[in-house]
C-alpha cells in the first residue's frame, strides 16, 4: 500500500532534499518516489511511500510512521505533511472571490476527513497562499474549516481548537493548485531549531546552512570556516552533524559572538567550535591555512549602507585567495560585486544557484 507526503522547504534547495529523503529511507530499505515541484509549486516534494513495519521490543509487530521518521532526521526539510487530496483548478485566480471560496468548499466537502480523526479529537486548519487570487490565508482556512466541520457534523459534534488541536490540516493554494494534508510537524518549521536561544536579526535558516554544507562537500578531517558567523547556525549545524574536523567561526560584533556561544551551547557543541573575535577582511591574522569557508555574507537591509559591500566583498575575498585550500560556499543578493570580487582574486564559480531566504531570492555560489 502507497500513501503520499507532501514536504517543505526552501525554494532552490528542491533537488538536495529529495537527495536527503531518499537517503534517509534507503537506509531503512523503504522504497520511495520522490517528485520535485509538484505542478510545478516551488519549495515542495511529493514522496510516494510505500507501507513498511518494523519488530518493536516486545516483539509486536508496529507500522513504521513514514512521517515522524522525517521530522525527526531530516536537515533541509520545514514541514511534512501527510497528504489527503491535491487538486489543480484550472482558472481559479480569475473567479470572483465568493466563486474561487465555493470551489475549495464543494472539493474539500467531498473528501473523507473523518479517516484522518477521531470525533472526540480536536482539529485546527492551518493555511498558506501565494498567487494573484484575491484571496487570503484567512479566507482559505475559514472555507476548509467550514468544510471539515460539515462533513463531520454527520457523525456527531466537532470539535474545533485553534490554539492546541489535536489534529492540524494544512490547507494550501499555490497559484492554482489547492492541497490539503494533516501537518505533522506542528505550527513550529523544522527550520526553527530548538537550539536557537540568541537570534541574530538576519539570521540564516538552519534548512539552508545544510544546503550549504551538502554544496560544500566537505570531506574527512578538513578544517571549515565561516568568516561572518553571526548566530553561529551555519556551524552549529556542521557540528551536529558530527563532523571531526577543526570548525572555525569568526565575528566582528560581540553581541553576535556571544550569541554564538550561546546557541552553540544549547546545541551540545560549543567544545567543538572554535570562536574567534575578529575582522573577516583580516582573516589571514587569524588563520594560516583552511579547506573550506561557507557563509552568509552581509548584504542588503543586513549591512545598513549597501554603498558598503563591493569594498567588503574585495576586501575579504582578497584575504580568502591567501588561506583557502580548497572550496567556498556563499550566499548574498549582491550577484555584481561577489562576482568581480572573485574575478579580481582568482577565484572560479564552480556552482551557482537561487535559494528563496525571508522573501528574497539570493544567489548561492561555490568557488574554488
Known amino acids: 500500500m502507497l500513501h503520499n507526503i507532501l514536504l517543505t522547504t526552501s525554494r532552490g534547495i528542491e533537488d538536495l532534499a529529495r537527495r536527503e529523503a531518499e537517503m534517509l529511507f534507503r537506509v531503512r530499505g523503504i522504497k520511495v518516489n520522490v517528485e520535485e515541484k509538484p505542478f510545478g509549486v516551488e519549495g515542495r516534494l511529493l514522496v510516494e511511500v510505500e507501507e ?14 513514514s512521517a515522524t521518521f522525517l521530522n525527526e532526521n531530516s536537515r533541509l526539510l520545514h514541514r511534512v505533511i501527510v497528504e489527503i487530496a491535491s487538486r489543480k483548478f484550472e482558472k481559479i485566480e480569475e473567479d470572483e472571490k465568493d466563486k474561487a471560496l465555493k470551489r475549495i468548499y464543494d472539493f474539500v466537502s467531498q473528501i473523507p476527513v ?10 485546527a486548519v492551518r493555511s498558506f497562499r501565494k498567487g494573484e487570487h484575491n484571496l487570503t490565508s484567512l479566507d482559505i482556512s475559514k472555507t476548509v474549516g467550514r468544510a471539515i466541520y460539515d462533513r463531520l457534523s454527520k457523525y456527531g459534534t466537532p470539535k474545533v481548537n485553534l490554539d492546541h488541536p489535536n489534529v492540524i490540516f494544512r490547507a494550501e493554494l499555490i497559484n492554482e493548485v489547492f492541497f490539503l494534508g494533516i501537518d505533522t510537524t506542528g505550527d513550529s518549521s523544522l527550520h526553527k531549531r530548538p537550539w536557537r536561544v540568541y537570534d541574530h536579526p538576519a ?11 551538502e554544496l560544500a562537500e566537505i570531506d574527512g578531517n578538513a578544517s571549515v570556516i565561516d568568516p561572518m558567523c553571526g548566530s553561529g547556525t551555519i556551524l552549529i549545524e556542521l557540528a551536529l552533524k558530527g563532523h571531526e574536523g577543526r570548525i572555525l567561526g569568526i565575528e566582528k560584533y560581540m553581541k553576535h559572538l556571544k550569541g554564538a556561544r550561546m546557541n552553540a551551547l544549547a546545541a ?12 573577516a ?11 573550506f569557508a561557507i557563509s552568509n555574507l ?8 549597501k554603498s558598503l559591500i563591493p569594498k567588503l566583498y574585495m576586501d575579504f575575498f582578497s584575504e580568502l585567495a591567501k588561506v583557502l585550500g580548497r572550496r567556498g560556499v556563499f550566499l548574498t543578493t549582491e550577484k555584481r560585486a561577489i562576482e568581480k570580487a572573485f574575478k579580481e582574486n582568482g577565484f572560479k564559480i564552480l556552482h551557482h544557484r537561487l535559494i528563496g531566504h525571508g522573501g528574497l531570492m539570493v544567489h548561492l555560489y561555490v568557488v574554488e
Open 298 to 305: 552581509p548584504y542588503g537591509l543586513k549591512i545598513g549602507r
Open 268 to 279: 551540545g557543541v560549543l567544545d567543538k567550535i572554535e570562536f574567534i573575535h575578529g575582522d
Open 281 to 291: 577582511t583580516k582573516l589571514a591574522q587569524y588563520v594560516d591555512s583552511v579547506d
Open 203 to 213: 539570521h540564516l535558516k538552519a534548512s539552508i546552512a545544510n544546503a550549504m554544507i
Open 52 to 65: 513498511s513495519f518494523y519488530i518493536d521490543e516486545k516483539g509486536r509487530k508496529r507500522e513504521f510512521n
Open 114 to 123: 473523518e479517516r484522518y480523526l477521531k470525533l472526540s479529537e480536536s482539529f
